[in-house]
């Protein structure tokens, strides 16, 4: 290997590399220092060879270095001049496009307000041949004038736009028989014309032609018709919609579908849309609300009503989620209040009713399982500690009625039963659940209370103190001998685990409504 080789190795190791020339001129024999004092020398000069060659070309590159950097701070300089003379110039041109500029805008101004006038001229003039060719038409035409021939949609437009401002005009004009005739005809014309473009309109939105829908809708804007254009696009926009059984699930997407159609077509697209949204609510959902409730079955109709006010209210709230133009949730709210009115005025008496019904029910029926009989007689103290426990709410306990007199008494049934309890208690809930939705806010609480009522009514009087009573009855005097009967105990373990039962719901269900 030649020193340069070595020289070159990465990393360079410079013992290593004297160790290997050592080795090299005394071919291993160490002991000869006259040798390797002689192989050193020539490695020096050697080395020093390769130095100074390698000096004079790192000098030579270095020249060229400074001759291509002269060169090229030369060209930068040159470039330099050269941008400064470009923004110079361009400075110029700008300043003359500005000047230019003004008097292009000068100019307009200047044909705009020459043509103007003459084109308002020239509509006017355009307009009187037409209202002179109407006065001339015989009132015997006018009879026989009931088709509109255009079959060119422009032509069309172009005479919907001529139309409209005669109408307007013919309506300032007086009352004579100069004019009768002509009127006549214009309005005759204006109401052709105006049905021929509802008609196009439709057929453009069948077809899903949008510009042709915007041309027409934006034509008609000025016409009295406007509403009538808005209300085909309603109308042929849910047809083929609300074929299911339930017609929620198609609300939402229809109206994220049409929002954009009503974006791009309308001038006043918050309008539309809210339109749109009105005639759903009315239309549709009300057809769906009356048809699936039943007014005859109490039962039936209120688990209608509050399933079908819950769906509409969560479809409100997807609705406002959107944000659809004009649909705000205030808006919405209203409107389903409106749907459902007629259901919710009657709604708490219809309520309360069932619910007395239905636990007067469900006792009379425990009490027939039992072959009991439940006759009235005087009450015990269990109402005046009811009334201590319930005397901060606005409950009148002196409402409820509680009948109980002597009657025969069964040995060992207690007549109280936790299954009795659990259907009063799941019937109020549900009551209550309906009536935390349905409900107007003003009237929440008090509604709440009523149901608790019934609730008192039946299962803690009706049911708790009638069977407590009925133990009462069977406790023994203190001068019998015989063996007491202690199942008066099962009463009131039985009835404290059902009060624990009632005051669960009342603080779960019924304190957060009041």
Request: a negative charge; glycine letters at 4%; charged letters at 25%.
């Amino acid at each position: 290997m030649t020193f340069l080789a070595e020289l070159e190795q990465d990393p360079f190791d410079g013992e290593e590399f004297i160790e290997r020339l050592a080795w090299r001129a005394t071919n291993g024999k160490f002991d000869d220092v006259d040798l390797i004092s002689e192989a050193f020398e020539n490695g020096i000069k050697d080395l020093k060879a390769i130095y100074d060659t390698n000096q004079k070309k790192c000098e030579r590159l270095e020249m060229i270095c400074r001759e291509e950097e002269k060169g090229h701070w030369i060209k930068v300089t040159e470039l330099q001049q050269k941008c400064k003379d470009s923004l110079a110039t361009f400075e110029k041109l700008d300043k003359r496009l500005d000047i230019v500029a003004d008097k292009v805008v000068y100019l307009g101004e200047q044909l705009e307000g020459v043509n103007t006038p003459r084109m308002r001229a020239v509509e006017a003039q355009k307009l009187m041949k037409h209202f002179a060719r109407y006065l001339e038409t015989p009132s015997e035409t006018l009879n026989s004038f009931e088709e509109l021939y255009i079959d060119n949609v422009n032509e069309l437009f172009e005479e919907a736009d001529i139309i409209q401002k005669l109408y307007l005009i013919s309506q300032e004009l007086p009352n004579n028989s100069k004019f009768d005739v002509a009127k006549e005809f214009i309005s005759k014309k204006y109401n052709l014309i105006e049905k021929r473009l509802i008609e196009e309109f439709s057929l453009a939105q069948k077809n899903d032609d949008r510009n042709k829908m915007k041309k027409i809708a934006s034509i008609l804007s000025h016409f009295k018709g406007y509403s009538q254009c808005v209300d085909v696009f309603i109308e042929q926009s849910q047809m083929g919609m609300f074929l299911g059984e339930n017609i929620f699930n198609d609300i939402v997407p229809l109206c994220v579908k049409n929002q954009k159609t009503i974006n791009e077509v309308f001038t006043n697209p918050e309008q539309v849309m809210s339109k749109f949204v009105l005639n759903i609510f009315h239309g549709k959902i009300q057809e769906y609300i009356q048809a699936q409730i039943n007014e005859n079955d109490t039962r039936e109709f209120l688990t209608e009503l509050y399933q079908l006010f819950h769906k509409t209210n969560k479809l409100i709230e997807q609705i406002a989620k959107l944000k659809f133009l004009g649909c705000d949730f205030n808006f919405l709210n209203k409107i389903t209040r409106n749907i459902f009115n007629n259901y919710l005025d009657m709604y708490i008496q219809r309520e309360t009713g069932y619910l007395k019904d239905k636990c007067d029910y469900i006792l009379q029926s425990y009490y027939e399982s039992k072959n009991h009989q439940k006759r009235p007689f005087s009450t015990g103290g269990f109402q005046e500690l009811l009334q201590s426990k319930i005397g901060r709410t606005n409950i009148n306990i002196g409402n409820l009625n509680i009948n109980i007199s002597n009657l025969d008494y069964t040995q060992g049934e207690t007549f109280l039963s936790e299954e009795i309890a659990i259907s009063i208690l799941q019937e109020t809930k549900m009551s209550l659940q309906r009536c935390h939705l349905l409900s107007k806010p003003q009237d929440i609480a008090q509604n709440a209370l009523s149901i608790y009522e019934i609730e008192l009514q039946s299962l803690c009087i009706e049911h708790i103190d009638y069977a407590i009573e009925l133990g009462l009855q069977a406790i023994p005097s203190g001068e019998t001998k015989s063996q007491p009967d202690i199942h008066f105990f099962d009463i009131i373990r039985q009835s404290n685990e059902i009060c624990h039962l009632n005051e669960k719901q009342f603080v779960n269900w019924v304190l957060p409504l009041i």
